[in-house]
């Protein structure tokens, strides 16, 4: 299954047949690794939002677009054609047809995706799309598992299963510098940091957690025992709507 943008912009809500988990959390908190994982456990579709902001972020400067350039950057937002391929085993970007998932994790990409993705149009043309794919995956993939800073909040309030994951700021530090090979953990936290405080004190859909968002703090946990955690989170939620009495 794959989803592409401009198709059906501006559905509004998710309801449907399958399964949305929605996994919001600050960057490095491994967002990305668990829902593969959850989602290739249970045969479900996987978006990675984030990987979304990263392509439209990766066309604007592309074309010249200053990201810190609100205006420049809204009233290109309807251009690029993003495509998401959402199988958890081999997810896929593509922007304008061409393979980007190698180009929206450079170093230059990820200090300006803050900065567009404060940008409202921005985020009305993505999350326009990202509800259009998860109402799809409730209908073909038996669901899927959607992860960002605002699909708890704003994308899929009505997610069966919402989670706000999180680790320690070292502990991200630690586990994004083994990933990137890097021996400057103290540079990838400040990096890390900046990001969060950017993604977080923003006006549009900034990453908070909502109350009914089950919040897994990570820090002394190995991946496989997250997935689980999130797998039996999902079992429950299932069981209640099996029997919504014995709830
Ligand atoms: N529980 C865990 N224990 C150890 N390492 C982990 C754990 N979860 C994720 N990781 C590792 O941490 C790194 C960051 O994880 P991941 O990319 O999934 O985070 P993320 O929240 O999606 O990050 P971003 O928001 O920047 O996209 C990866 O190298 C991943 O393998
Ligand atoms: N739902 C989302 C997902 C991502 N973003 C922005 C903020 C992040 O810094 C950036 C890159 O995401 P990552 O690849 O680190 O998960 O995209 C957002 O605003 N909303």
Excluded: C
Aim: hydrophobic share 40%.
């Amino acid at each position: 299954m794959s989803a592409q943008g401009n198709a059906g912009e501006g559905v509004e809500g998710t309801a449907g047949p399958g399964i949305v988990i929605a996994i919001d959390g600050p960057s490095g908190s491994g967002k990305s690794s668990t829902s593969k994982g959850v989602a290739r456990a249970r045969g479900l579709a996987y978006l990675d939002t984030g990987a979304m902001y990263r392509a439209i972020t990766w066309w604007m400067l592309r074309n010249g677009i200053e990201a810190e350039d609100a205006v420049a950057v809204a009233d290109a937002a309807s251009k690029p054609v993003i495509t998401m391929g959402t199988d958890p085993s081999a997810p896929t970007v593509q922007v304008d047809g061409t393979d980007v998932a190698g180009e929206i994790r450079t170093q230059e990409v990820t200090s300006s995706v803050s900065a567009v993705s404060a940008v409202p149009a921005v985020r009305e043309r993505l999350v326009a799309m990202q509800r259009d794919t998860i109402a799809q995956a409730r209908r073909e993939s038996g669901g899927i598992v959607v992860e960002g800073r605002d699909i708890t909040t704003v994308v899929a309030p009505d997610a069966e299963v919402k989670i706000f994951l999180t680790a320690s700021a070292e502990a991200r530090a630690r586990r994004r510098s083994k990933e990137n090979s890097s021996d400057d953990v103290a540079g990838t936290q400040e990096a890390l940091a900046r990001r969060d405080r950017l993604d977080s004190s923003r006006a549009v859909s900034p990453l908070t957690r909502t109350a009914d968002a089950v919040e897994l703090e990570t820090t002394g946990l190995g991946l496989q025992e997250v997935v689980d955690l999130v797998l039996g989170l999902a079992d429950e939620a299932a069981a209640a709507e099996a029997s919504p009495a014995a709830g």
